[in-house]
């Protein structure tokens, strides 16, 4: 190799190797799952187990649509399937959403990770009757999307 072959092999920029993001080891996932499912903040989750803000995002909407299929029930609303006379529509919307929806103090919650207000959650809880082919819930502020 000549003094110009080595020359120009000097100045050539170096590829940049691809910068592997940081995943939830296999065995933190029951811990994450568990932690997240209780009601912690996504982002704070993100910090304690050392894993990117995005696929923290990404495993809890994951997770949080696996325990609303399986339909398991708000620890702070009893088990029912349908509305009781006494039951406000948050109150039933928070059954129906079941572990995916948490009440705040300041009369907001935590939906799917993320603060959400009550037409948020009346507005999930829609859409699951929707699917399900129920009649939505009557709730101010809010016309059905489908009559």
């Not at 649509?65 to 088990?79: L, N, Y």
């Not at 948490?102 to 009369?107: E, W």
């Amino acid at each position: 190799m000549g003094e110009d072959e080595s020359r120009s092999m000097e100045f050539r920029p170096k590829r940049r190797q691809q910068v592997r993001r940081r995943a939830l080891a296999v065995e933190l996932r029951g811990e994450f799952d568990r932690r997240l499912l209780a009601g912690e903040d996504v982002n704070t989750l993100a910090r304690a187990f050392g894993i990117e803000p995005w696929y923290a995002q990404r495993r809890a909407k994951r997770v949080l649509s696996r325990a609303s299929k399986s339909d398991e029930q708000s620890p702070f609303i009893g088990g029912f399937k349908e509305a009781d006379e006494d039951m406000t529509p948050l109150q039933y919307a928070c059954g129906l959403l079941g572990s995916r929806v948490r009440p705040l103090r300041n009369g907001y919650y935590v939906l799917d990770g993320f603060q959400a207000g009550p037409k948020e959650v009346a507005r999930a809880a829609n859409r699951l009757l929707r699917e399900r082919g129920l009649a939505e819930i009557p709730y101010p502020g809010l016309t059905p999307l489908y009559r």
